[in-house]
């Protein structure tokens, strides 16, 4: 059973760092690319970043580029979003989930798999 | 950028069929996801390959595309089918969603 758990969401002042992981459970990492999916309270959903199951090469979006960055720990099967310069506006609920295929150059994807997602507050 | 548009609100009595549109430029040459999500939960994929169902997800959920649109029909709608849901689809290495639909069944 495909089971993904994430943690390390809170309460951080605009500027402030977080790192958030996601441990993965009934599968083995480097089998599947991996996202966080983040949706701010009320809000629709936004993709975030990506890592490539193969080769762990990443992608961001826009939005985030230059402040945060994914990676993973395979002997942990965990992969971990590292969050710096944090704005008012990426407070969200932070979803981790699973793509369909080990690569995540493949346009017929889907996230066949999230967390229970973590959430992320940035205020004064 | 590539931008996904989907109608804010749609409502259906019990029994009827609803259909949620997602629109984009090109839309027609990529593959689209669509995904539930019910209040306090995370999000579900019910359709994949723009027509294509998890074995869990019941029959009445299905997925048609025509030109640049991706239409999610509702046949039959139940009101646990009241949701959000939203259109996905992967454009030169990112993801985008459409801004959601809320799906009322009354």
């Known amino acids: 059973e495909v089971r993904l758990v994430e943690s390390g969401g809170g309460l951080v002042q605009p500027g402030g760092s977080l790192r958030l992981s996601c441990a993965a459970s009934?599968?083995?990492?480097?089998?599947?690319?991996m996202s966080w999916v983040r949706q701010a309270p009320g809000k629709g959903l936004e993709w975030v970043a990506s890592?490539?199951?193969?080769?762990?090469?990443?992608y961001l979006a826009d939005s985030v580029k230059g402040r945060f960055a994914m990676s993973r720990d395979s002997a942990k099967n965990t992969v971990f979003l590292q969050m710096n310069r944090l704005r008012v506006e990426d407070t969200a609920t932070y979803y981790c989930?699973?793509?369909?295929?080990?690569?995540?150059?493949?346009?017929?994807?889907?996230?066949?798999?999230w967390g229970q997602g973590t959430l992320v507050s940035v205020s004064s | 950028s590539f931008d996904l548009t989907q109608p804010p609100s749609v409502s259906v009595s019990p029994g009827q069929t609803a259909s949620i549109t997602c629109s984009g430029d090109?839309?027609?040459?990529?593959?689209t996801s669509w995904y539930q999500q019910k209040p306090g939960q995370s999000p579900v994929v019910i359709i994949f390959?723009?027509?294509k169902r998890p074995s869990a997800i019941p029959e009445r959920f299905s997925g048609s595309t025509s030109g640049n649109t991706a239409t999610l029909t509702v046949s039959g709608a139940r009101p646990e089918d009241e949701a959000d849901y939203y259109c996905?689809?992967?454009?030169?290495?990112?993801?985008?969603f459409g801004g959601g639909t809320k799906l009322t069944v009354l």
């Open positions: 989930a699973q793509w369909h295929t080990t690569n995540w150059y493949y346009e017929g994807g889907t996230f066949d798999f």
């Open positions: 996905q689809a992967w454009d030169r290495n990112t993801v985008v």
């Open positions: 009934g599968f083995t990492l480097s089998s599947y690319a």
């Open positions: 390959l723009d027509e």
């Open positions: 890592i490539s199951g193969t080769d762990g090469r990443t």
């Open positions: 090109k839309l027609g040459d990529k593959y």
